[in-house]
């Protein structure tokens, strides 16, 4: 039997009780439409996540104090001499406020050595203009959503003066507000990144700068580069050794490990959930394929006069059940990808604390998981047609003929 | 002369729970090339079970049935629809025409078995149409669209597409007025005179009269055989 003729006849079956195709090829359509739309855009946003995190640096660690404790020199170079520490350095963050276009709006201050920071995140990388001396201390570095409006008009140039609002808790009501003026030596490209760490919304200026012009005098902590990620476990283990509970340690890496098996587990979670959509179809698909062949049994008994075999009846019937599941396949990826890109166009908002940070990432939608998607609903049409073929092949013909 | 059928001692048994119903109870039946027969007899008799014994449509419970000399009573599901494909054309009371499928789909069926392409199919269903009776304007059209006669000449078509040499009807004309009977059985004398042996089942003197042998069934076996009256044929008697 010629695989045309197999396709025509499935079609010709299907296109006989249309109504009940149709109802079959939706329940089909569910499960690849739920497995694309959900796991392309949770993947989506892991990937996206996963990569910010990594692209913080991966060999970058920041050990910053816990409350009564300062760190000083002598910190920076206990820390600085442990094995497998490249380089350290201290850092000042604090935020203050900048008119960006027609309103003010909130600003990341860093202060920390400009060739450390290239160094530690290789994904920034400057637009415009050139990284300013240490030593110039007016001078800074503008987050790419600083220097550019959100129509993006550019409100900032090379050379252009920023001026900063920095507020400082005192204490109970009591704030000092401090207003200083930096000149743009470089704007950075836009980076895209919102997690953690906000590069596109931030003043990098020097550790000179961040102690005279801004009087900030407490680190707010000493970044450390190790030599790679892998000896990140024995520096953290070693700091621990060292100051116990004094401070805290952050390590973009073990970050980024953990995000990658917490985002492991939801994209599982997804696809599990999903599975049980394509479960229902497989009970849809067996539905109506066991009525139609019960409502067709005589017409198996003829096709078995006229000289088909048990094989040849299988595959009729099996193939209807793979026909129909390719079109509710199709469909469901179909929709489900567009149902995707607008779930993503949403975005998604983290709340922490005051911050609200949305991500916006576009669904992964790789060609893996469209072809596991669409074999899985082959599988769908296989198992649910499965029996009904079986048992339409196993009917005496003599049987199906007196069959009314 | 050249043996096509055998029917040795054939039995078929039927079972319900302990209750055995026999449908055939010791058939023994020659049939040559070119034979034109006819089976008579009252309902229940086993004439139909017969037929499906004969088109290996079901198995006997005992004795053997030889196709050509094949001994099929040993021969696969798949060796028996092989059988059944190549050497044996069917003509149902019913029709059985698949509704959904246009009359070309519907005779085609034999040759899709065969794998054989389409463009070579046309040319065959439409000479087997042609041999049945039937117009080429008819192909596209469904079934139900045609009346009962023109139907069953279209199953007619759909039974020799194959040349199969051998041509078993269940009561052909059991659902048709008198007037496409008569050109229902006009065709299978018309098929019967190019070589085709034919074998009809049928409670219908009228049309046992126009075979060349009738064999009389009555509680699954052969009680006699009576010889046509070609006087009292349908194609005689209805004008």
């Known amino acids: 039997m010629l695989l045309t003729d197999v396709l025509r006849f499935s079609y010709k079956a299907l296109t006989e009780k249309k109504l009940r195709a149709v109802l079959t090829i939706i329940g089909i359509s569910i499960g690849p439409l739920a497995l694309v739309m959900i796991y392309g855009v949770t993947s989506g946003y892991s990937n996206y996540i996963l990569q910010q995190i990594k692209g913080l640096g991966q060999n970058l660690i920041a050990v910053m104090p816990r409350q009564g404790y300062r760190f000083t020199e002598k910190d920076l170079d206990t820390l600085s001499t442990i094995s497998g520490v490249l380089d350290a350095t201290p850092f000042y963050s604090t935020q203050g406020e900048a008119r960006i276009g027609s309103s003010m709006q909130t600003v990341f201050i860093y202060a920390v050595r400009y060739d450390f920071i290239f160094k530690a995140i290789p994904s920034l990388k400057i637009m415009e203009g050139e990284i300013p001396a240490e030593t110039d201390i007016v001078k800074c570095i503008i987050g790419h959503d600083i220097a550019f409006d959100e129509n993006g008009n550019q409100v900032y140039h090379v050379g252009d003066a920023i001026s900063v609002t ?9 704030i000092q507000a401090r207003r200083v003026v930096f000149l743009v030596s470089a704007i950075l490209s836009k980076y895209g990144g919102a997690a953690l760490l906000n590069p596109d919304m931030t003043i990098f200026i020097s550790i000179g700068a961040a102690e005279r012009l801004v009087g900030m005098k407490d680190w707010s902590g000493i970044l450390l580069y190790v030599v790679n990620p892998s000896v990140i476990g024995s520096v953290t283990d070693k700091i621990r050794e060292l100051y116990g509970n004094s401070v805290s340690i952050t390590s973009f890496y073990a970050i980024a490990q953990i995000a990658s098996s917490i985002t492991g587990a939801v994209n599982f979670m997804t696809f599990a959930a999903s599975m049980a959509a394509f479960a229902v179809a497989v ?28 094989g040849q009846v299988l595959t009729l019937i099996l193939s209807e059940g793979v026909v129909m599941s390719l079109i509710g396949g199709g469909i469901g990826v179909a929709v489900g990808s567009i149902g995707a890109y607008m779930l993503a166009e949403h975005g998604l908002t983290i709340h922490a604390g005051a911050t609200e940070i949305i991500v916006k990432a576009p669904p992964n939608l790789t060609p893996e998981l469209l072809t596991v998607t669409i074999i899985l609903t082959i599988l769908v049409g296989l198992l649910g047609s499965l029996f009904p073929a079986y048992r339409a092949a196993k009917i005496p013909p003599a049987v199906a003929l007196r069959y009314d | 002369m050249d043996k096509i059928i055998e029917l040795i001692n054939v039995k078929k048994a039927y079972r319900t ?26 309902s229940g008799s086993g004439k139909s079970t017969l037929l499906n014994m004969i088109g290996l449509l079901d198995v006997p419970s005992e004795g053997k049935v030889l196709i050509d000399g094949i001994d099929t009573s040993k021969l696969s599901s798949k060796k028996l629809a092989y059988l059944r494909n190549r050497k044996i054309g069917f003509v149902f009371q019913q029709f059985n025409l698949i509704s959904r499928f246009t009359v070309l789909e519907n005779i085609e069926l034999p ?13 065959k269903v439409k000479e087997a149409l042609k041999m049945a009776g039937g117009e080429e304007s008819w192909l596209p059209k469904k079934p139900t669209q045609l009346s009962g006669g023109q139907q069953q000449r279209v199953a007619i078509a759909r039974a020799i597409v194959g040349d199969p040499e051998i041509l078993l009807a269940d009561e052909p004309t059991g659902n048709l007025d008198r007037k496409s009977a008569k050109t229902v059985i006009e065709t299978f004398t018309e098929l019967n005179r ?12 009228e049309v046992a009269n126009c075979t060349n042998k009738i064999y009389l069934l009555r509680d699954g076996v052969i009680i006699g055989r009576e010889e046509p009256e070609p006087d009292k044929c349908i194609i005689r008697t209805v004008k």
């Open chain 1, 166 to 174: 920095i507020y400082k808790i005192l204490g109970p009501g009591r």
């Open chain 1, 283 to 310: 009970a849809g698909v067996a539905a109506t394929m066991i009525t139609s062949v019960i409502e067709r049994t005589r017409e198996i008994g003829v096709l078995k006069a006229l000289g088909f075999t048990d």
């Open chain 2, 17 to 42: 729970g302990n209750i055995v119903t026999w449908g055939l109870r010791g058939v023994d039946l020659v049939v040559y090339r070119r034979d034109y027969i006819s089976v008579m007899g009252p």
């Open chain 2, 111 to 123: 040759l899709v078995v065969r794998s054989i392409p389409r463009r070579k199919r046309i040319p």
């Open chain 2, 194 to 205: 190019r070589g085709q042996t034919i074998i009809i089942v049928t409670h219908d003197p």
